[in-house]
């Protein structure tokens, strides 16, 4: 089965009232009753759109993309049973339940509470009655068929599922609406309300908590306001009535002023009369000292002491009691189990489909929400991407994310998104009914902040200079001074982290305190307010510039890897440090961003390099310096790299130029070295590139700097390769790899390996090369390998096509373009996509192969890449002439010919046997006359017309 739908659906299930009696009673005959019902089920269910998922006898499990269309079936369903002759005037009808929920797949089925409560709500009912949910009723009640209302039965509580549900029944015009009482699970005495809206996702940390309450009498969930404790609460007591059946409830402490009403407040709900000359505490533990019960104490961060002093006395005096409190901070008290509720799960963010993001609780519950203001919204191919972005932008805070979902009734996705930069004035639509810190993200986190008394919310709001997280050390730098000393910072931690407004986790590089970006946004509001905002950002700024230089010295050597992943961990910081710095009027903006070259260059960060750089340059002060044209080239590198050659080569030619004006060395060398390769590499000018690189390797040796030589040298190398200089190629990419070596350079020494390998593969020393990359390949594979990994795969799929092993240069080749995609690269991209090509020409699919390399030559124009075009033009001759084009093809040949002829590059020695044989092919299937005209009109296009020739 195939193409089920996903998201808010509803579910229908239908079951014969009385089957096993008619079996009985019809025996065999009982099998065309069945086939009839079966018949008259499958006609309504299609004739309303829905989609059969299972039939077991005489049950049907059935979905529908709209509660309007769910309701119209079981409608249509109990008229047909009505008006059908059954055998010997027998009454055959079937009980009906409906449930719209979110539409989980697990394999060809659908899974999770809500199919579940379908199920449930279905044999609640009896024969020729359909039962409806809430949520079924508030989406579908618009759309009724003529003839039909919905009659209220009231909350039940259905077999096997703790959380009550509303109930409706469907009365329809002409037929019966009288039936016997619901079937009802009993349970003990509870006060748990029925909630407006289902309880949605949470699965995982409902089960730890109710694995907490059986290893621990009392329980306290805590977190920000907004996390959702109170709801996970509420779940948990409600999926856990069976273990408590002497009752279970729920007592609201957020109105309660003072210590001493807490035990009279537990008693009101519960039920107990005050007993005069008896304190209230007594009282309870008298009718709680025996038996299985639960106390759900909500909202008890403004009574702390007291409620812990009430929890540790019941807990004492009874003997099976159990406490799941909800509180910002723990209770404090002996035998508390802590559980930090965790923000809801937000999608990755490569995450753009409707498959991809409702796996996702964060945006399950915007979707659920958003729904319930406008019945018509789900989360589709147009909308999906963006809001995964605001479920991002929100850290999977329920309150924010539930308030942005109602905003859907007068606001766009896209722009309830653009509007979160601002979003304390935007989130302000709680339903009136909920408590005051609920119905604003504003209220929820002055909830929280209110708690601390003045030199903690000083010493928060300072907090809010930092992005995504940071350590202790860097919190006594960064925050202490003004009042506030470096000893105080611990202390100060602990009672914030205590208070639930930041989080600690223990990460593989130590132990990271962490913000959500909601409270950042609150606590820098704060901060501003103090006017310490830019004081603080300066502290901030400094630090991580100083880490980051650090680091970029320490990213050519053998402690690369600690270095990268201090980066990797800081990198919010890192960036929020660029915009502040590139802004303040000096050049720490461009250090700070030109320092992060390499992270971004050898993790294949390039389109993250590209935009930090084009901040720091565009916010720094635009004056000629050594640094400022460096950063020129580097812009260019990576915009050449990602498909903007003409930007690229510009950015390039303004840092070579403005390096030389200002007469740094230094400079100068970044910036020929760059230019060259990139004029190089494109076979744009190749003499000019030469030149280039030459005059930066005579640079570095002046220097005396042997890491830029080691660099140069790489690009040297491949500027030779395009002319077929390959000894000296060769000899230079051994040069670099040994020099790498040296600085005990892993990365360098990697990819040196994999350039080594594709030059000896060019001079068909096949089983060389396969060894360089397979060398390469070898270590870690994490992200910061990203670029040498996808090399590797790139060259060992050319390897393996060379060799014919069609399979395993398939494997490698797929492999690589994922990376490749992953980074941008578009050349090698294209390269890669070209030698797919040929697999496939090679398997017998030449249209596959050609509207392969057209892809690939395409973007080899796109980006000036003159020796891609004509890699790309003799490939095609090579399918042209597979598919009998024989005379296209000698003109292909002759195409690519001119256009190495006018660049000056050489063929691949590799590639040389093959296009000599096609030729000689092409000369037999023509004849020499025809096929030199052939050729020659080819070499004699132009090169925006040998492009048409090959459709690129």
């Known amino acids: 089965m195939t193409d089920l739908p996903t998201g808010t659906i509803t579910f229908l299930f239908t079951d014969i009232e009385g089957s096993t009696r008619l079996l009985q009673e019809l025996s065999t005959r009982f099998t065309s009753v069945l086939e009839r019902h079966q018949n008259l089920i499958r006609d309504a269910v299609n004739s309303h759109g829905g989609v059969e998922i299972k039939t077991e006898g005489d049950s049907f499990f059935c979905v529908f993309d709209t509660a309007t269309d769910g309701l119209a079936a079981a409608v249509d369903i109990q008229r047909r049973m009505a008006a059908e002759s059954w055998i010997e005037d027998r009454h055959v009808s079937v009980r009906i339940g409906v449930h719209t929920g979110v539409g989980a797949l697990g394999g060809d089925d659908y899974v999770g509470m809500d199919v579940n409560r379908a199920a449930r709500i279905s044999e609640t009912g009896h024969g020729g009655q359909v039962l409806v949910s809430a949520a079924t009723r508030l989406l579908g009640q618009a759309g009724l068929p003529d003839g039909v209302t919905f009659l209220d039965l009231g909350e039940f509580h259905l077999k096997d599922l703790d959380e009550p549900e509303h109930l409706f029944q469907l009365v329809v015009a002409g037929l019966n609406s009288e039936f016997p009482p619901l079937r009802k699970l009993e349970a003990g005495p509870t006060n748990l309300p029925a909630l407006a809206s289902g309880f949605v996702g949470r699965e ?43 009752g279970v409830w729920l007592v609201e402490l957020a109105a309660v002023t003072s210590d001493e009403l807490i035990a009279q407040a537990v008693s009101h709900v519960i039920g107990l009369q005050e007993s005069p ?138 722009q309830v998104l653009e509007r979160l930069d601002d979003r304390f004035e935007l989130l302000t639509g709680g339903p009136r009914d909920a408590p005051q810190h609920q119905q604003t993200l504003r209220a929820a986190l002055d909830s929280t902040f209110e708690l601390l008394d003045g030199d903690r919310q000083e010493f928060a709001a300072r907090l809010g200079v930092f992005v995504g997280g940071f350590d202790v050390a860097t919190a006594e730098t960064v925050t202490s001074g003004g009042g506030i000393g470096r000893a105080d910072v611990i202390d100060a931690l602990s009672a914030l982290v205590d208070r639930s407004l930041i989080t600690s986790e223990q990460t593989s590089g130590g132990r990271r305190l962490k913000i959500l970006e909601s409270v950042r946004e609150y606590l820098l509001g704060k901060l501003e307010k103090s006017g310490q905002l830019v004081v603080r950002q300066i502290a901030h700024a400094k630090h991580f510039a100083g880490l980051v230089e650090a680091a970029s010295k320490s990213l050519r050597g053998p402690d690369q890897d600690m270095w990268d992943h201090r980066l990797d961990t800081d990198i919010e910081n890192i960036r929020s440090a660029i915009a502040f710095t590139a802004a303040t009027g000096d050049d720490t903006g461009l250090e700070l961003a030109g320092q992060m070259f390499l992270y971004w260059r050898c993790r294949g960060e390039w389109s993250d390099g590209l935009h930090w750089t084009r901040v720091a340059l565009e916010n720094s002060p635009d004056r000629d310096s050594g640094l400022r044209a460096r950063m020129l080239a580097t812009a ?112 360098n020494i990697r990819f040196a390996q994999t350039l080594l390998g594709e030059a000896m593969h060019t001079v068909a020393e096949l089983s060389g090369s396969r060894r360089l990359y397979d060398e390469s390949l070898r270590g870690p594979s994490g992200a910061r390998f990203k670029v040498v990994i996808a090399h590797a795969h790139k060259g060992l799929g050319k390897v393996s096509l060379a060799e014919g092993k069609l399979d395993e240069a398939s494997d490698h080749l797929l492999k690589a373009s994922q990376e490749l995609r992953e980074i941008g690269d578009v050349a090698c991209i294209a390269e890669t996509n070209g030698h797919l090509g040929m697999v496939n020409l090679g398997r017998g699919h030449p249209a596959v192969a050609t509207e392969l390399l057209v892809e690939s030559g395409r973007t080899f124009r796109d980006i000036t890449d003159k020796g891609g075009v004509a890699w790309s033009l003799d490939r095609l001759a090579a399918v042209a002439a597979a598919t009998g084009a024989h005379e296209r093809a000698a003109q292909l040949l002759g195409a690519g010919s001119a256009i190495r002829e006018k660049s000056g590059s050489m063929r691949p020695v590799v590639d040389q046997p093959d296009f000599d044989q096609l030729s000689s092919d092409l000369e037999e299937q023509l004849g020499p006359d025809v096929f030199q005209a052939a050729t020659q009109g080819g070499t004699a296009l132009e090169f925006d017309e040998a492009v048409r020739l090959g459709g690129l």
């Open 204 to 246: 995982q940390e409902r089960a730890d908590v109710e694995q907490l309450l059986g290893e621990s009498r009392l329980v306290t969930i805590t977190g920000v306001a907004g996390a959702g404790k109170s709801r996970l609460a509420l779940e948990v007591a409600t999926h856990s009535r069976d273990a408590f059946p002497d």
């Open 277 to 414: 000359g008896r304190v209230a505490t007594d009282v309870l533990v008298d009718y709680l000292r025996d038996g299985k019960r639960l106390l759900i104490l909500d909202n008890c961060e403004y009574l702390v002491e007291g409620v812990g002093m009430l929890a540790a006395h019941l807990i004492a005096a009874t003997s099976d009691l159990r406490i799941l409190a909800t509180s910002q901070q723990v209770l404090g008290t002996g035998g508390e189990n802590r559980y930090q509720c965790p923000p809801l799960a937000i999608p990755p963010s490569r995450a753009d489909s409707p498959s991809d993001v409702l796996g996702f609780d964060s945006v399950v519950l915007f979707e659920v929400r958003a729904t319930e203001v406008d019945p018509t919204f789900e989360v589709n191919d147009g909308n999906a991407a963006v809001v995964a972005a605001i479920c991002r932008r929100l850290d999977g805070m329920p309150l924010a994310i539930e308030l942005a979902a109602a905003l859907v009734r007068i606001l766009t996705p896209e």
């Open 636 to 747: 260019g590198f990576f915009a050449s790299d990602l498909g903007d050659g003409a930007r690229g080569i510009t950015d390039l030619e303004d840092g070579l130029a403005m390096a030389r004006r200002t007469g740094d060395l230094h400079a100068e060398g970044y910036c020929a070295s760059f230019l060259g390769a990139e004029l190089s590499r494109r076979d744009i000018d190749l003499d000019r590139g030469l030149a280039l690189l030459s005059e930066a390797q005579r640079i570095y040796a002046e220097l005396g700097e042997p890491y830029g030589e080691a660099w140069v040298n790489r690009y040297l190398a491949l500027s030779h390769q395009e002319r077929g200089n390959l000894d000296e190629a060769i000899a230079l990419h051994k040069r670099s790899l040994e020099a790498f070596r040296d600085a005990q350079d892993a990365w």
